[in-house]
């Protein structure tokens, strides 16, 4: 006989009340998200004729999204965005990987040094102004690999990362060796391939870092044709000449209010990062758990 477990009425009233909570949790999440696409797309008229705050727009016009894409201020910063957020995080994981692999062997000269090296780092930083002089001094300004090399390793993720290779059998690596494999041949043939739940993981914390960073714009970039959509979209909120800023007449903005414009490319921002977090979201929660708890 199968067992089956029946719910009490205080069972199903807990359920109800836990569902529920963490329905007005979701809600509360997405609906600044909703709301943004929303006055994006409702025209003008309807705006204002609602006060500014649409819930079910009546009538839906995409003059918004054709403005900023007609100019070539936004279309250049998305390019500039995924060339940033696409190469750092090949080489953010690349470098992680590389530090983190030697020091997940305990048998390394010098590990338990280095690993408070990168310990001290995540408690105390030398601070903006000396990571700027460091950055110009190098000659990186106006640089997109600005925008890379200053933040391209983690001591948080080169922990995470060194705690997941140090809970891999080591006797998988061990027939390798007994196979002639050398060191850098395990790691490429037999480590990363079962090292994909914790790549995925780290690889969306980098991307989503690097999507979304704008200060290292602000701060490195006097060429505007070089700024990411994330500069972008701050110039666009703090300045009062949104015309200038997509480098488009005044004219062409007289049908719409400055602040559609505005969610028009908040919309355009985010819409990358949902569109690539639930190809990773299998890997996230697996990879977090592998990464951080060592059984």
Known sequence: MPFILKKTKSDRIVDAVLYTVLGLFCLATLFPIYFVFIMSITPYTEVLKNGGFVIVPHAI???????????NTVPKALQVSIFVTVVGTACNLAITTMLAYPLSKKFLP????????????????????PMYLTVKATGLMDSLWALIIPGLVSSF????????????????????????CSDIGTLMRIVLPLS????????????????????????????????????????????PAISQELAISQSSLNTM???????????????????????????????????????
């Open 196 to 239: 994909m739940p914790i790549m995925a993981t780290l690889g969306l914390f980098y991307g989503v870092n690097h999507w979304n960073a704008y200060f290292g714009g602000v701060m490195y970039l006097n060429d505007r044709s070089l700024y990411p959509i994330q500069v972008v979209l701050r110039n666009m909120i703090v300045s």
């Open 110 to 129: 010098g590990r338990n040094i280095v690993l408070m090296g990168i310990v001290f780092t995540m408690l105390f930083s030398g601070g903006i102004i």
């Open 157 to 180: 993720n080169i922990l995470i990362m060194k705690t997941f290779f140090e809970g891999l059998p080591y006797e998988i690596e061990e027939a390798a060796k007994v196979d002639g």
């Open 61 to 71: 016009t995409f003059e918004a999204f054709t403005t900023i894409f007609s100019s």
């Open 257 to 295: 209010p400055p602040e559609t414009i505005k969610m028009a490319t908040v919309v355009v921002a985010i819409i990358p990062v949902l569109i690539v977090y639930p190809f990773l979201q299998k890997y996230f929660v697996k990879g977090m758990l592998l990464g951080a708890v060592k059984g």
